[in-house]
Structure formats: structure tokens, C-alpha cells
């Protein structure tokens, strides 16, 4: 970072100053919501609460945890992103160091293959009709199978491998080093920061994911933290609906009763879907930067 | 340079490398047979891609028949291009095509200078720490999913007790409003919120190309009286067109799919005119209404039009900047 671009000082103050502006806007969404969590239910219905609760209540979170759907998606979330990013991860790795191996035969069309996935797919449907005749569908295994592979972790794993010391995995070669030897104590040590970067993104992917537990299982028991929400936030907002055209009514009042409303629930559940993320983030964000970076920038 | 080794005392290629080390010709099929081990670890990759995006391009011959639940895919009978003629004669697909398209706009050319920008910006933040902090807090909306930010979103604009409408009141406005719900802040909407959460992320790419720029250009073009803003122009810019291109052609091919998640979750009955897209109705008709021939048909076109899209946009770059995909 030694570039020459001084300005004067007001201007380089200004921009730190519209930069915070905006890491502001990303922060105090957040720390509102965590407010109202903390809030008791009936209490955050009059408004008015900010980034601190008024009314201290941990109501909520023992409601996330009492509701058998929402523990038990919590445990299918935890599953499929464990499951799913371990096992995922080690199979990526193989193929694109596979694909590495310029003396492969059948290396280029290989590449292609996987490569074209990314340009054309059979769509939504057709997708859904595979799932179904392969009998994935309303199981557990349809978070897990179907996305063990990523074009884009494949390709960022496969330049990553590319760019690693040639000569240090020849001379392993030379010792008599078995290829998966290779790989296993020479490949993966070396290649910690993309590997952390891919395991982020696919942990993230499976964390995130809401559509698959959506669209593809029908069990309650199936549905993951990520799909629940999410049904949440429609039936609140059709709650809301029903809410506003009769309020006053009985449904209104019996609302009244209890202090943990769908809205703080709904809050809670937000920051316990956001809670491993921000508590892993710090560990491996410096990892990830290095990660993508290296493959992306063309020499 | 990274191609150069030292072999014996001697620089060589890779490639030359490699040929002293195997200089006899083998057959293909000893060739192979050395190669056991990467093929077994590629063998569950193939299979993956086969099975999970090769048997469903298969499966698009479901867009000319009927499909039944009893006949599965290949059984049923061909009903040529019915479901095509149906998706064109329907006036309401076109307010489909329509809102897709702007909305890809909205993320693709609109958005395009933002992140540059914000990369500019970061660059210019000479404390390495604070740089450092600010660029992490910057990257972590991409990691949450956009349930959680449709959410955070609700919970913000919601009539009477969410902030903004309750700022609104205490300036002694009409603070019932439930922005979420007007059909003229959808767009705004969308576009707010996806730069509010990839900005960040997709300046990571940019940042590093800007720092691998050679420092010295700077200085040269300091020396010639070049000023910040010149100098950006001339200098920056220019060393990070390759960057931006790439990005660019490969965001291109998704122009007719405006992202489902983001569009589906702000969905609601008082934006339905401009909130309805290609990909939100294909789940609508296909997965949820079971009409599976006729989403398949849209899908088809949809994935045809990004695929030439692309090959389009590739082939031009490429010859007119030399920069390109493949």
C-alpha cells in the first residue's frame, strides 16, 4: 500500500468519514433487532425502542427453545451444514486437484463439463423432477447430496492448486511420494487459506439456504431454522393483514394475553440464525480475502 | 515467472519439466493407468454433474409434452410447442419479462460503479487497522441470508411501529405507511437492499486488483501534474478494466434471472405488478401450481437466452479487449 494518491486532508477525512456512514447503516439494523429480541413482546408492540431494550425480557429466546419445529430445525441446520461442508469440501478438493494435473488425460474435456453447468442449466423444474425420481425429495439426504459440488468453489479451489510451488510437489514425486500422499500432506496443508474460504462459503450456503427445505420436503421435522424463518415472516405478514382489517377484535385481544408476540419471536429467531455466523466471521474473514483473491485477479 | 523452475541448475519451464520426465511415449492407455488415483477422485465429481445438472438439461424435453404423474418425463405424449404459444400469448408474461429485465438492470449496469467505487474509497484509507475493521464490517451482509434481511427490512419499515415511520411521526408526518406494501418503492427497495448487502463483497475483487496496481504509474503520473481524480481516471481504472470485464460478462448471462430469493421474500399482494419475474413465476406455476410442462418451457427459454447472451458478450470482449472466459 504505498500508491501516492495524498489529497488534502478534509477530503480524506470526508471519505472515512461516508465509509463509517455506511458500516453505521450495515450495524444498527442489527443492534435494533437484537434490542427488540431482548424486549418483552408486548412491550415492543407500542415502538419506540431503539438499540437498547426498555423492558428487559428473555422471554423470547426460552419461546425459540420450547418450540419443538424451531429446536428441532435448528438441529436439521446444524446437521446439514456439518454433514454437508465436511463431506462436500474433501470431494471438491479431490476433483479440482485432479484437475490440476496437466499430464491427465482427458483433463480439458473433463474441465469442460463441469465448467458448462455454470452456462446452462435444465431449470427449476426438471431439477425438482431429478430430486423426485431419485427419491431425495422429503428426506434429509436433499440438503446434503445435491449440493455437495459448486462450479465456482471448484474453479477457485483449481487455481488455487495451480499457483502452489511445482517444484515442491515434484521433488515429493521424485521421492517416490504416492500421488494421494501428494495431495493429502503436501496439497491441503499448503492450501489452508482457500480451503478455509470454500468451507466458509458452502458452512454459509447450507446455513442460509431456506429454498430446498421450502420447496423440496413437506415433513415439518424437515425443515431446517433457515425455513422457518421464513414461513414465519409470511405468516406474520398475513397475520398483520388479518390484524389490521379487524383490530379490535377478538383475536386482537387474546393477542394482548401473552408477552411474547410473533414479532419478537420473529426477532429472536432472526438473531439465532445470525448468531454462529458473527461468532465464526471474525476467525475467518482474514482467511477469505486471501482466499478469493487469488483466484480471481487475471495476471 | 511461476512457470520458471530451477532443475539442476538450469532454468526450465514446467512444460519442459515435464517432458524430461517422461520422455518416452507411452500409449494412451498406460497413460491412464498412471493416472488411476486422480481418476477415482474425480469419478463422484462426474457422476455429481451428470446426474444433477445433465439429467435435468434432459429433462427439458418436458417443455414439448404433456406430463403426467403416472407417465413421468418421457412417457407422456409431444405437445410440440404448445406451452410456448401459451407463455407469448399470455399478455401478463411479457409484464413478467419486463419486470425481470429491469430489475437486472437495476443490479447490473446500475449497480456496476458502486462496489469500484467503494473499493476507490477503502484504497484511500491509508490506516491499514481501520481500513481493515471497515472492510470486514462492509463484507458481513453477504454472509446473512436474505431471509434475515427481508426480515430486518420488515421489521424497519412496518407501519406506525417501525423506525422509519415513527421518525416520520415525530416530525409530525403520517407515520401508517407500510412501505413494504407501495408498488413505487418495490424498485427502490430491491436496489437498496442489494447494494446494502453485496457492495461490500463484490468490492473485495476490485480492492485487490486496485493494490497490485504498480505504484510507481502513480507516481509517474503525479510528476506529469496529474491530480487525484486524473490519476484515478488514468491510472486505476485503466488497471482494473480486465477485472471489471470479467465480472461483467459473467454477471450477464443471469440478465432474464433477477435473483429468486431476494425478489420472492419482498413479494407481497401490494407490489404483485412489479414484483412478479421469470424465476418467481416458474416456481409459482411449476413447483407450487404442478403446471411442470409449461415452467419447463419458460425455464428453457430463459436458460437459451443467458447462454447466448454470454457467448455474444464473450466473443466481443474478447476481440475488442482481449479479455474472455474461456
Known sequence: MSNSMVGPKALRFLNILLIVLFCLAIILPFLHVLAISFNSGVDAQKGGIGFWPREWSFENYTEVFKQDNLLNGLFISIFRTVVGTVIGVALMSMAAYAMTIKTLPGRKQITFFVFFTMLFSGGTVPYYLVLTELNLTNT???????????????????????????????????????????FRSIVIPMSKPVLATISLFTAVGHWNDWYYGSFFVRDASLKPLATLLQEMLTRQAALSDILLRNSGSMAYSQLDKITVTSESLQMATIIVVMIPMVLIYPFIQKYFVKGITVGSIKE | MENVVVHNGVLKTKEELEKHYNPVKETLWTKMNKHKIFYIMLFPCLAFFLIFSYWPMAGLILAF???????????GDWVGFKYFEQFFNDPRSWLYVKNTIIISILKLFVYLPFPILLA??????????????????????????????????NRILAPNTGMINQAIESFGGDGSKFFMMEEGLFLPLVFISYLWKSIGWDSIIYFAAIVAIVPTLYEAAAIDGAGKLRQIWHVTLPGISATIIILFILSLGSILSSGFDQVYLMQNPGNANVSETIDTYIVRTGLQGGQFGYATAIGLMQ??????ITIIVNKITSKKFGTSLW
Open chain 1, 140 to 182: 434429509i439426504w436433499v440438503f446434503i447430496i445435491p449440493s455437495l459440488y459448486s462450479v465456482t468453489n471448484i474453479l477457485l479451489l483449481r487455481t488455487s492448486f495451480n499457483q502452489l510451488p511445482f517444484s515442491v510437489i515434484e521433488a515429493a514425486r521424485i521421492d517416490g511420494c504416492s500421488e494421494f500422499k501428494i
Open chain 2, 65 to 75: 409434452k404433456q406430463y403426467g404423474f403416472n407417465t413421468g418425463i418421457l412417457g
Open chain 2, 120 to 153: 476507490l474509497m477503502l484504497n484511500d484509507v491509508k490506516n491499514n487497522k481501520l481500513r481493515g475493521a471497515l472492510q470486514s464490517i462492509t463484507y458481513l451482509p453477504y454472509f446473512i441470508s436474505w431471509v434475515v434481511v427481508v426480515g430486518l427490512m
Open chain 2, 303 to 308: 436458460g437459451i437466452a443467458g447462454l447466448i
